[in-house]
């Protein structure tokens, strides 16, 4: 089984502060972790992603992500948030196999809205 | 090419009307996925299809029907629905079976049934 706790539902920072954007997770399997992005009215954008190797993981715009095994933890990071950073977020976790063709579910937390503040 | 194309972008649809939603991509991904999102949700996995035979169906109903005519497009046929099934429909892909490889997700369908 593998779960996705995403703390703060909405979360607003000014523009050029800190952005951090929890996650916690939950699996039964090594897991495999990610952040997506999704603007309005949008799909989603791959931002970064765990899989193995180096547990400071840098992705697009800005964000990196540390995984933490002994805390069960992807927090999401980047140290100066602009404007166009205002989205949902969604950190996911795969691993657990599915299928019989070796699928993966992917699970999604349920999201964290970030607006910035000018 | 590393797009995801959904077509059509807005629907419309009464529910006694037949319709589908369309996706391709041009990644060689042998894994392709529908996804239905709501309001404020995260997406939730409807179907997935590896190396275009169907492999998972998380108990969605009938009226919703997916088609893989070849590696490259998806295709899901949308009958009799419900006003509940309103929602963001979000077709994605990734290369092999494992989704730990990278999901690329398209723009969606936003369908509203009337």
């Known amino acids: 089984a593998q779960s996705v706790t995403q703390l703060g539902s909405h979360v607003s920072v000014s523009e050029g502060a800190l952005v951090l954007l929890r996650c916690n997770y939950s699996?039964?399997?090594?897991?495999?972790l990610f952040w997506y992005v999704q603007y309005p009215n949008q799909g989603l954008q791959l931002l970064l992603k765990y899989t193995t190797g180096a547990t400071l993981v840098k992705g697009i715009n800005g964000f990196e992500a540390e995984f933490k095994k002994s805390e069960t933890s992807f927090h999401l990071t980047k140290p100066s948030a602009h404007m166009s950073d205002a989205a949902e977020y969604f950190c996911a976790v795969s691993g657990a196999l599915i299928s019989n063709f070796g699928n993966e579910k992917l699970t999604f937390g349920t999201g964290t809205r970030l607006t910035i503040i000018p | 090419d590393t797009e995801v194309t959904q077509t059509p972008k807005h629907l419309v649809m009464g529910m006694t009307n037949k319709k589908s939603l369309k996706c391709e991509q041009h990644?060689?991904?042998?894994?392709m996925y529908w996804y239905k999102q709501k309001a404020k949700k995260p997406p939730e996995l409807m179907f997935v299809y590896s190396y275009e035979k169907l492999s998972i169906n998380e108990s969605v109903p009938s009226r919703f029907s997916p088609e893989c005519p070849n590696s490259s497009l998806l295709n899901l046929h949308l009958h009799a629905l419900q006003p509940e099934d309103s929602a963001l429909y979000l077709c994605a892909s990734s290369q092999g079976q494992g989704i730990k490889t990278e999901a690329f997700f398209g723009q969606g369908t936003r369908l509203t049934v009337v």
């Open positions: 699996s039964s399997v090594p897991p495999y």
């Open positions: 990644m060689g991904h042998r894994a």
